[in-house]
């Protein structure tokens, strides 16, 4: 977890220090795609090649079925809420360079 946390912040630090050019933070919105579809990808290679998951999930039931909806709609929360932050982060710095 530790590591997660250590990576977001040194994303922040990054951001903010403006060591990264606006042509690479013009690139970030498909970085962020592309390896958000790996991930997801992984994921569903990781659920689909549990046997004990697939076959125990009749017995799982609606159970699974909440969980699941409630961290897809989670990780859409979570998404758009770090855009809106990347987006107002990006409108500051871009305020503060006309003035």
Do not use: P, Y
Not at 56 to 61: A, E, K, Q, R, S
């Amino acid at each position: 977890m530790e590591i997660v946390i250590i990576s977001l912040l040194a994303g922040c630090l990054l951001g903010a220090s403006n060591m990264i050019t606006e042509r690479w933070i013009g690139h970030l919105d498909k970085i962020v795609m592309i390896i958000v579809f790996i991930l997801l990808i992984a994921v569903g290679i990781g659920i689909g090649s549990n046997q004990e998951l697939i076959t125990n999930l009749t017995i799982l039931g609606w159970k699974a079925l909440v969980i699941a909806a409630l961290s897809t709609v989670g990780s859409i929360f979570a998404l758009w809420f770090l855009v809106s932050k990347a987006n107002f982060l990006q409108n500051h710095v871009t305020k503060e360079k006309q003035l």
